[in-house]
């Protein structure tokens, strides 16, 4: 069973910042191309930052420039530094994984929120 594991969410101010992790299998990591949705309460899952070919990142609109993705290799883990964090930034944080012809797998999510 294809497990995605996040950490590192919470309650923090509005300007402060948070790192999320995420954790997953050597071969889902190895051929699956990662990233993270978001979901505030009712809206719908929408992108944060995902790898696409090669190490090319892209991200929303909403976080560009604040947010940064990352990977460790060695660890099979992705990250997502979270900085300069708003109020409208309050949502459950989802990893996931997908790749061509593939089911997409998601993490539980972790709780992100941003007091103002």
């Known amino acids: 069973q294809v497990q995605l594991v996040e950490s590192g969410g919470g309650l923090v101010q509005a300007g402060e910042s948070l790192r999320l992790s995420c954790t997953t299998s050597a071969s889902i990591f190895s051929t699956y191309r990662m990233g993270w949705y978001r979901q505030a309460p009712g809206k719908q899952r929408d992108l944060v930052a995902t790898?696409?070919?090669?190490?090319?990142?892209n991200y929303s609109d909403a976080v560009k420039g604040r947010f940064t993705i990352s990977r460790d290799d060695t660890k099979s883990a992705v990250y997502l530094q979270m900085n300069n964090l708003k109020p409208e930034d309050t949502a459950v944080y989802y990893c996931?994984?997908?790749?061509?012809?593939?089911?997409?797998?998601w993490g539980q999510g972790t709780q992100v929120t941003v007091s103002s």
């Open positions: 790898f696409g070919n090669g190490d090319i990142t």
């Open positions: 996931h994984a997908r790749r061509p012809h593939a089911p997409d797998y």
